[in-house]
Nanobody, 127 residues
């Protein structure tokens, strides 16, 4: 099992930036891919969450949803057991609770394939 804790959310104006962190503990950090997902206001709790992006275990490969490509950057520091999501040029439609997840059983894009989740951090982008 992997325990995950997100931090770094907050309120920012459109066009601004935020960096989210996801600290992990448990299994060897570099051994598994990780992903970021988000759930927008009004979405049902049962909704698996919108895929934002993912990163391989060694950090050499990153993947992004089209909606954030070119604005968001995922990275990880395996020495610090931490993954990051740098969000630039934020838009009001980026407002959501952001979750990190670890070690998917199948597709890194499918929230249903992840069994390890953080508690989420709120990001609010004002217009």
């Amino acid at each position: 099992q992997v325990q995950l804790v997100e931090s770094g959310g907050g309120l920012v104006q459109a066009g601004g930036s935020l960096r989210l962190s996801c600290a992990a503990s448990g299994r060897r950090f570099s051994s598994y891919p990780m992903g970021w997902f988000r759930r927008a206001p009004g979405k049902e709790r049962e909704d698996a969450g919108e895929y934002v992006g993912a990163i391989s275990g060694n950090g050499g490969n990153t993947y992004y949803a089209d909606s954030v490509k070119g604005r968001f950057t995922i990275s990880r520091d395996n020495a610090k057991n931490t993954m990051y999501l740098q969000m630039n040029s934020l838009k009001p439609e980026d407002t959501a609770v952001y979750y990190c997840a670890a070690d998917p059983d199948g597709s890194y894009k499918d929230a249903r394939d992840y069994n390890n989740w953080g508690q989420g951090t709120q990001v609010t982008v004002s217009s």
